[in-house]
């Protein structure tokens, strides 16, 4: 499985992006996809995930009601829509793929390489 991140830029405190992720090669495998992101100095975090059904969704606590996730399956792609963005969710944003549900980075087993969200204040 292949993941290509898109969607990240510059936007202003308050703001919204959404981001993209395409997948390409055997999806069929994996069930999960999830959002976690990375800021400088800062370990990675899990974001969302979603199952392929669109019946599972989770958030961290510091995006739920803000963010939210989904993903068309006929296209093969997630998305993550950000809204009322902060200066705190600057970060490079990465997708991941995998079969187990789980909000642990390990638990993935293909990852994108990143799109970078920068909010200003």
């Known amino acids: 499985v292949q993941l290509q991140a898109s969607g990240g830029g510059l936007v202003q405190a308050g703001g919204s992006l959404r981001l993209s992720c395409e997948a390409s090669?055997?999806?069929?495998?994996?069930?999960?996809m999830g959002w976690f992101r990375q800021g400088i100095g800062k370990e990675r975090e899990f974001v969302a995930a979603?199952?392929?059904?669109?019946?599972?969704?989770y958030y961290a606590d510091f995006v739920k009601g803000r963010f939210a996730i989904s993903r068309d399956n006929a296209k093969n792609t997630m998305y993550l829509q950000m809204n009322s963005l902060k200066p705190e969710d600057t970060a490079v944003y990465y997708c991941?793929?995998?079969?187990?549900?789980?909000?642990?980075?390990?638990?993935?087993?293909?990852w994108g390489q990143g799109t970078l969200v920068t909010v200003s204040s």
């Open positions: 991941a793929a995998g079969s187990r549900w789980s909000e642990r980075d390990r638990s993935y087993d293909y």
């Open positions: 090669g055997r999806t069929f495998s994996s069930d999960v």
């Open positions: 979603i199952r392929r059904s669109g019946a599972s969704i």
